[in-house]
């Protein structure tokens, strides 16, 4: 069976739905790719690579892991720490505002469990995905252990996937955040970068100058995002320019591009060509943002791509 790993941080997620009431549920960018893949395509083997605690909550989050058929032993418990949270709030306008508690999660000690036998786990999966978010929030103390390490599983046949889903305040500064992404860049087989997480960065403002900025890198496979307008793919030196129907109807583009990357990376591992995943990439994103939230309701969800 087909395996992926995805790395980094899912959160407890709070939104008020009332003034005196709070929705629960989880999510983060690798989570919801995790969970899109593995609805999408469930004979392959999905997992999570992050560290949760021994609180209620991260019991609660385990268990919904499990509940998304996603594989949990690679999901580490912290004696002592908790998952990060956030609160999202919406106003009478339809703009969303976040606020994070997540400096001190469990997630950002998930490097300090790696061992000789997770590290054999990990190498023995066909990906693993990591994104901007998973970098940022693994701490700086224990990078260099990291990159040895997807060094090592690169070489032993893992193809790494790399999001750069680029988030300022959890970085201390762009260079920091720059010096990062380079190392990630070097190491991808596959990278899924949107064009706006550049922007800032590297002052690259279309899917050409994305293209022609990461063509220094030895990256097999790339394909951007760009919102409702089409999908560039460059494989193996191969451009292509998918076009893809935009959705008249947004409700919540939030986590577009994390369906988008766990069903196109479920379409490759199946065997499907580039263009059939992204229509299919393109076809669970859009059903996601015709709905609130993170994580599509699973009937809902699995009912919209089969139509
Ligand atoms: P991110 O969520 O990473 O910012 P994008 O906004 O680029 O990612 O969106 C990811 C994918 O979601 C796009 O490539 C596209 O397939 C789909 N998408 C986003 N917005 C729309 C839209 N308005 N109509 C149709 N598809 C969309």
Known sequence: MKKIFFLGECMVELKAISDSTLNQSFAGDVYNSAVYLKRCFSSLECGVVSAIGTDALSIKMRQRFVEEGLATQLVFTHANKVPGIYYIETDEQGERSFTYWRHDSAARKVVDFFNPSVEEELASADMLFISGISLAVIEPASRDLFWQIVQRIKKAGVK??????????????????????????????????????????????????????????????????NGPSSVFTKINGQLFEHQITPVTHVVDTTSAGDAFNGAYLGARMAGMDEHKAVQLAAKAAAVVIQQPGAITPKEHFVKAMQS
């Open 160 to 225: 790494i996937v790399f999001d750069p889903n680029y988030r300022a305040r959890l970085w201390q500064s762009e260079q920091e955040t720059k010096g990062q992404y380079t190392i990630a860049f070097e190491l991808a087989d596959i990278c899924l970068p949107g064009i706006e997480d550049l922007t800032t960065l590297y002052e690259l403002h279309s899917a050409q100058a994305v293209m022609d900025y990461l063509a220094q890198f030895n990256i097999a496979e790339v394909v951007v995002k």
